[in-house]
Each structure stands twice: as C-alpha cells, then as structure tokens.
C-alpha cells in the first residue's frame, strides 16, 4: 500500500485516483478549486464524470502542501500549459518523492516536454511518465484499459506497474522517456485532423491515409526529437 498525491483534480486525475484507491492505496488529491473539493469530499463525485463514484480513501484539498505530506508517489495531472507553475507551488514541500507525469502536451513557450520542464524545477527529483490510449470516464467505471509508464529509473517504473496494474488496467514499462512523451503529444495533431476530417465528411478512405500517414510523420519527427523508432508504435501514440 502506498501513500499517493494526485495534482490535478480534473476528470482524469479523479479516475487515477478511483484506480489507485481501488487497488489499496491511500489516496490525497490536490484541487485548485474549493467547489471541486467539497464535491470529491461530500458528494463523492467528479462534475466531469457523472457516472463515476469516487471511493472513500480518497481525499481532497486545496492545500498542496496538505496534499504532499507523508506521501511515497506524486501524481502530476494538470493542463500542460499549467505545468511549470504548478511544480513550483509544490517544489517547496518535495522530499524524497518521485513525480509521475500523467499529462500530454508541451509547454507553449519553449516547446519542451513535459518531463523536460519538471527536471528543470526537480533536478533532484526521480520522474515518470504514464500515457497511452486512455479515456477518463472509461477508466473511472474499470472499462479495461492499457498504458505504458516510462522511466530511466528500472526500479521506478517495475513499482509503478505492480502499483497501477489491476484486472482492468494492463501497465506496459519501458525506459524512452522521450518517446513516451512526444508519442503521446503528437499524436493530437492527427486526432485533431481526424475530427476535422469527420465533421465534414470525409469518408474511410480519408482516414485510413490520415492515420497511416500520420504515424509516419509523428515517427519520423519523434525519433528527430530524441525518441526511439519502436516507441511511436507502441500504445503511448494510440488513439
């Protein structure tokens, strides 16, 4: 059993936190909001996933430094371009846990990757990645699911599996932090087209070319940015 902070109280950090709790863990979750608090407190419930009941080990406030006490793992679940800020209001309560980023995205002014800018604010600090082909309110009622944690730390990444793993959550390893990372971001520009090309009718002879074409492009530009081929056909650029 760990002691788990999930930062971010959003629909996917709820259902992390349905997950973990579910498996045993203790669970503290940090809220921007008051209104978000009191509902996961009181109501047990996320606005964003209606049909999700959050169990009771799992705890909200809008205290990070709260949230941060005495726990073994954090669990980094903000906007991407919420990213930087954000570690630096809990960078002051960090001791010897390691960071799980579990967003997509880069940061909008320098392009870096997330777990680029958390090394910047936590260089001391051991960092993860989970990604992968996820949607929130799927996972938060245990429709079964598969992801991929990336660490250069072996030991982090085999506990992050065996910690997260349950019968409806399959947790893949592997130590290209960068393609994780990049696979993961990328791959919205091509879901992105696929809504586009969808909304005006465009049939499936548009998208198989979209989708083949586009895990060309992300690849080859993936493995320019500092990521392995294999990675971009793995799950963290599924969509």
Not at 120 to 131: D, H, Q, T, W, Y
Not at 170 to 199: Q, S
Request: hydrophobic fraction near 40%; aromatic fraction near 6%; proline fraction near 3%.
């Amino acid at each position: 059993m760990k002691n788990i902070c999930i930062i971010g109280s959003g629909s996917w950090g709820v259902a992390l936190a349905i997950t973990l709790s579910s498996n045993g863990h203790n669970v503290k979750m940090w809220s921007f909001t008051e209104q978000e608090r009191d509902l996961i407190n009181n109501e047990r419930r996320c606005a964003f996933l209606p049909n999700a009941v959050i169990p009771e080990n799992v705890y909200c406030t809008t205290s990070i430094e709260e949230a941060l006490n005495g726990t073994d793992v954090i669990l980094h679940v903000t906007p991407s371009k919420f990213t930087r800020e954000t570690v630096k209001k809990y960078k002051p309560y960090i001791k010897n846990q390691a960071v799980v980023i579990c967003s997509k995205g880069f940061e909008k002014d320098s392009l870096k990757t997330l777990d680029d800018v958390v090394s910047e604010e936590l260089p001391n600090s051991k960092i993860a990645v989970l990604s992968g082909p996820s949607h929130a309110e799927e996972v938060s009622v245990e429709i079964p699911t598969a992801l991929v944690v990336a660490s250069k730390d072996e030991e982090l990444r085999n506990m992050l599996q065996e910690e997260f793993m349950n019968e409806n959550l399959r947790i893949y390893t592997c130590d290209d932090v960068k393609g994780v990372e990049l696979g993961g971001a990328l791959k919205n520009i091509i879901a992105f087209c696929a809504g586009v090309a969808a909304g005006i009718g465009l049939g499936d002879n548009s998208f198989a070319a979209l989708i083949t074409r586009g895990l060309k492009e992300i690849s080859d530009l993936g493995v320019k940015l500092g990521g392995e081929k294999e990675t971009f056909y793995g799950l963290t650029r599924t969509w």
